[in-house]
């Protein structure tokens, strides 16, 4: 298992396959994707290399993200490279959500077993203001679908003060009858976006105050159960999780590790350099690979520096995917 010098165990990991995106959120690539070099993405074949290493010391959950992961064309096989790994249960993605009404069953068939989906509001004129797409009704449908299917359904929603601080109620009404988790994440400063970071960040706390005063009632995290806070309510179908990076003892929980779209291992979200592990993922063997991760591992720190507005080499999320 890997494990670093404070204890931490890391059975999780965010694997990004690719930097491109399509929409242009607000507050992650507010003028779009900007094509300004040739970006090398993994290949199929290293990225088995890459999941097998990581299964065999003891990871048991892939995330696969972006960018927007669903712009690859070969996401079937790649999903099926993670489930067919062996010691890999679980095989998620976060998406957009833009091609889940098409594609959806594609990526079940390859083992894809739960989907984070990303909607900051649900009034459609306002998510085409955030996202630069009119495509709120579609990504519904899709999600519907995918519940219908046995896909574990996330919804993730940025909290900001200039578009949606207010809409915690419509998404309070929709989930009253939709079985999904609403993940209410706190907005998180980049290199590119400390305007707009200023201007719109909000605590989660309000909220989480909120909540228990009208009958929510926080879950018991399990001992592997990531950094989120996630909360019930027995009139509601949904769930509701709070994800508040500048909170006091958030790094505590990290359970998981990052790899670019490039091949680089980031310790951290907000860590101040990508460690290049390409080389170790041109065998199909992948025990060079592992000794890398165990030494690489050691530079972990306890902490992010966000709360002191250090965001590390991270310019913007697509880069490395959330
Ligand atoms: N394109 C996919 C999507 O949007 O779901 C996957 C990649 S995106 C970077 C992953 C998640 O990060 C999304 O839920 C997005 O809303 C969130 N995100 C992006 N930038 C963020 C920021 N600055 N603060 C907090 N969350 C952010
Ligand atoms: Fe694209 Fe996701 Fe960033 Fe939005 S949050 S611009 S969908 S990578």
């Known amino acids: 298992m890997l494990e670093d010098k404070f204890g931490r165990r890391f059975h999780y990991l965010r694997l990004s396959i690719t930097d491109v995106c399509n929409f242009s959120c607000d507050y992650c690539l507010p003028d779009g994707y900007a094509c300004d070099t040739d970006r090398d993405f993994l290949a199929l074949s290293e990225i088995k290399t890459l999941v097998n290493g990581f299964a065999s010391l003891g990871t048991s959950k892939v995330r696969i993200t972006g960018g927007e992961p669903s712009l690859r064309k070969d996401l079937p096989e790649i999903i099926k490279a993670c489930s067919s790994a062996s010691g890999i249960e679980h095989v998620a993605m976060t998406s957009n959500g833009y091609k889940l009404d098409t594609d959806i069953e594609k990526w079940v068939d390859a083992g894809l077993d739960s989907l984070n989906i990303s909607i900051d509001s649900l009034d459609p004129r306002m998510f085409a203001a955030i996202t630069g797409h009119n495509k709120l009704e579609t990504i519904l449908l899709g999600i519907d679908k995918a519940i219908a299917l046995g896909v574990k359904v ?3 929603a940025v909290l900001m003060k200039q578009y949606n601080e207010k809409e915690l109620k419509n998404f309070l009404t929709w989930l009253k009858t939709t079985p999904v988790t609403l993940r209410l994440i706190e907005l998180m400063q980049t290199g590119d976006n400390v305007t707009f970071f200023n201007q719109n960040h909000v605590s989660g706390m309000p909220i989480k105050e909120q909540l228990l005063e009208s009958g929510w009632e926080q879950l018991i995290r399990d001992k592997t159960a990531g950094p989120a806070q996630e909360f019930f309510h027995p009139d ?31 310790l951290c979200l907000f860590a101040d350099q990508g460690l290049d592990i390409r080389p170790a993922l041109q065998s199909t063997d992948s025990s060079q690979l592992q000794a890398q991760l165990i030494e690489l591992l050691g530079d972990k720190e306890a902490t992010h520096w966000l709360q002191d507005g250090f965001t590390g080499a991270t310019k913007h999320l697509a880069m490395l995917g959330g």
Do not use: E, W
Not at 240 to 260: E, H, Q, V, W
């Open 236 to 266: 509601y179908q949904g769930k509701i999780g709070l994800i508040m990076p500048y909170s006091k003892d958030f790094c505590a929980t990290c359970n998981r590790l990052r790899i670019s779209a490039t091949g680089k291992l980031h």
């Open 154 to 156: 996330k919804v993730n």
